[in-house]
């Protein structure tokens, strides 16, 4: 099956600064990747995706970007707020589709 | 509109009894799934269903299992309660997983189970 790694665990960063969240995968059938913000007592919400046939993508603040060769895509946050505070969870889904892995959680705290 | 909901928010129970936790989806999607969520905040997936498949996570105990009486529920019945199924269990739904369409996940707002 598929193995999803992410780190770091825990990040700390001053407003306006940028964050960066890296996941790896195992299985090169995997061909989606989403992220999803969960906020505290909240359920996870996508906030961004790629597939296996793209290598960045942007939408205002956040990118993600995808290394197929290395099996590694990477969640980049820039000008960094407090309300983006939260737990992010890398996936990777392979096989049917039906199989969603998610990586362990990354804690993101924004320091006003 | 609520697009993935759960019953109950909160179950309290006692060790040894059995439950069950409902979720439904209004947004047509042909694939349902449980998630638990532990103290640590993992997020490990425990069964992805549709009417073709169900597909199991092989370290879910037995004691789990899904019912799906129709494409729109996926209710989770647990036998046998023990102290470690304390967690929060989340439902989702997603409508292409395997294809190049939508794969979205939506959650539902997550059920709190305690096991004392």
């Known amino acids: 099956g598929e193995n999803v790694e992410q780190h770091p665990s825990t990040l700390s960063v001053q407003e306006g600064d940028s964050a960066v969240i890296k996941c790896t995968y195992s299985?090169?059938?995997?061909?989606?990747f989403p992220w999803y913000k969960q906020e505290l007592g909240k359920r996870p919400q996508l906030i961004i995706d790629?597939?296996?046939?793209?290598g960045e993508k942007k939408d205002q603040r956040i990118a993600v970007t995808l290394n197929k060769t290395a099996k590694h895509f990477s969640l980049h946050i820039t000008e960094t707020q407090p309300e983006d505070s939260a737990v992010y969870f890398c996936?990777?889904?392979?096989?049917?589709?039906?199989?969603?892995?998610f990586g362990t959680g990354t804690s993101l705290t924004v320091i006003p | 509109d609520t697009a993935v909901s759960q019953t109950p928010k909160y179950l309290v129970t006692q060790m040894g009894n059995d439950k069950s936790i409902k979720c439904e989806q209004n947004?047509?999607?042909?694939?349902m799934y449980w998630y638990k969520q532990d103290s640590k905040k993992f997020l490990k997936i425990m069964f992805s269903?549709?009417?073709?498949?169900?597909?199991i996570n092989e370290t879910v105990p037995n004691r789990f299992s899904p019912k799906s009486p129709d494409k729109a529920h996926l209710n989770l019945h647990i036998n046998s309660l023990e102290l470690g199924d304390s967690a929060v269990y989340f439902c989702?739904?997603?409508?292409?997983?395997?294809?190049?369409?939508?794969?979205?996940?939506?959650f539902g707002p997550g059920t709190r189970l305690t096991v004392l």
């Open positions: 989702a739904s997603s409508q292409d997983p395997g294809g190049n369409g939508d794969n979205e996940q939506f």
């Open positions: 299985d090169s059938a995997s061909n989606y």
């Open positions: 790629i597939r296996s046939n793209v």
């Open positions: 996936a990777a889904v392979y096989g049917t589709g039906n199989q969603f892995y």
């Open positions: 947004l047509g999607h042909d694939t």
């Open positions: 269903y549709n009417n073709k498949e169900l597909i």
